[in-house]
């Protein structure tokens, strides 16, 4: 998809992303959990410029990385890895929705017995997830 707008809840914060990849995934480690109050569903985009700046906050929850989310309603908007400059824009946010698929599962050995989503996806763990997709910690992705 080659852009794609959303906001938040209370329309405070909107933006627009760019070359926005359709394929999402669901983490659950457990900060996006705790952030998200469940699996954290996101995607990639190569670059988003937002409006109503004043109204976003951040916090960075690693040395790695920050969520971003709107001061006045609260909806999470966003998984910066800051060495990379990667933005993953949770999906609920965006306007149209319906393009998103959910490619894979990560951190699925910190998934709680609770829940679990449906069909034939890939599945990794914390350990395969790290080897695969980032090196040295840094937040970097391959």
């Known amino acids: 998809m080659s852009a794609a707008s959303g906001k938040c ?3 405070a914060v909107s933006f627009t992303a760019e070359a926005v990849k359709t394929r999402h995934h669901a983490c659950h480690c457990g900060m996006c959990r705790r952030w998200a109050g469940g699996a954290l569903l996101a995607t990639a985009v190569e670059g ?3 409006q109503g700046e004043e109204n976003l906050a951040t916090y960075r929850s690693s040395d790695w990385a920050e969520r971003g989310f ?5 909806t999470n908007l966003f ?3 800051i060495p990379a400059g990667q933005y993953m824009m949770c999906v609920g946010s ?4 319906t393009a998103f698929k ?8 910190h998934r709680p017995e609770g829940y679990g989503f449906t069909g034939d996806l890939p599945q990794y ?10 090196t040295g910690g840094d937040g970097k992705t391959k």
Do not use: N, Q, W
């Open 48 to 50: 988003v410029r937002f």
């Open 79 to 81: 998984y910066h890895l």
């Open 102 to 109: 959910l490619a894979s599962e990560i951190f699925v050995d």
């Open 9 to 11: 809840l209370c329309g």
């Open 94 to 97: 965006f306007d149209d929705p």
């Open 70 to 74: 709107c001061k006045r309603c609260g």
């Open 125 to 134: 763990t914390e350990a395969e997830f790290m080897a695969k997709y980032v």
